[in-house]
T-cell receptor, first 114, second 115 residues
Framework: AQTVTQSQPEMSVQEAETVTLSCTYD???????LFWYKQPPSRQMILVIR??????QNATENRFSVNFQKAAKSFSLKISDSQLGDTAMYFC???????????FGAGTTVTVRA | ETGVTQTPRHLVMGMTNKKSLKCEQH?????MYWYKQSAKKPLELMFV???????ENNSVPSRFSPECPNSSHLFLHLHTLQPEDSALYLC??????????????FGPGTRLLVL
């Protein structure tokens, strides 16, 4: 089974600044996908960004980018120019290629301060 | 909201009650999921249905009983629950079970409190 660890239960960031969320995972697989999901206080969980393990280039979606370090089994999320609407819980998730099951971390609560 | 809806959004029930959670997806997907989200814990996959057939039961106690009458609807029937079952129950759907970058779409959840 895969284990996903998010070591930061809570983080706070000033509006317009940058925050980085850490995620590490444990797997013996070589081919897999990694995801970051956002769950705002309204609780609708949405996909923020995803990465294929065979791609060395880090994924970017507007103000969200990842730092994928395959050898270190690390997949951090950077939120640039933080906005109040970024306040949410963020979950890191892992999926093996050919599988449908997502293994989630425990989440990091991000609060953006005005 | 996305194309996955859940009702009710909040539910308080006693341990002897019977209630049902409903999930509906309007995305034309064929696979549907129930997850349990407890505070400070990773999401736990409970059940998976694909084309109305149950493909996964993740050792869930029998006091939770899923039902999938068609690919658009998923129910979770609850009876004789325990206080530790209090949690946020999330429904999700995906096109099928091939996984990959085709992500799962989540509903807003039902916040359940068992007294």
């Amino acid at each position: 089974a895969q284990t996903v660890t998010q070591s930061q239960p809570e983080m706070s960031v000033q509006e317009a600044e940058t925050v980085t969320l850490s995620c590490t995972y444990d797997t013996s697989e070589n081919n897999y996908y990694l995801f970051w999901y956002k769950q705002p206080p309204s609780r609708q969980m949405i996909l923020v960004i995803r990465q294929e393990a065979y791609k060395q280039q880090n994924a970017t979606e507007n103000r969200f980018s990842v730092n994928f370090q395959k050898a270190a089994k690390s997949f951090s999320l950077k939120i640039s120019d933080s906005q109040l609407g970024d306040t949410a819980m963020y979950f890191c998730a892992f999926m093996k290629v050919g599988d449908y099951k997502l293994s989630f971390g425990a989440g990091t609560t991000v609060t953006v301060r005005a | 909201e996305t194309g996955v809806t859940q009702t009710p959004r909040h539910l308080v029930m006693g341990m002897t009650n019977k209630k049902s959670l409903k999930c509906e997806q309007h995305l034309g997907h064929n696979a549907m999921y129930w997850y349990k989200q407890s505070a400070k814990k990773p999401l736990e996959l409970m059940f998976v249905y694909n084309f109305k057939e149950q493909t996964e039961n993740n050792s869930v106690p029998s006091r939770f009983s899923p039902e999938c009458p068609n690919s658009s609807h998923l129910f979770l029937h609850l009876h004789t629950l325990q206080p530790e079952d209090s949690a946020l129950y999330l429904c999700a759907s995906s096109q099928d079970l091939t996984g990959g970058l085709e992500t799962q779409y989540f509903g807003p959840g039902t916040r359940l409190l068992v007294l």
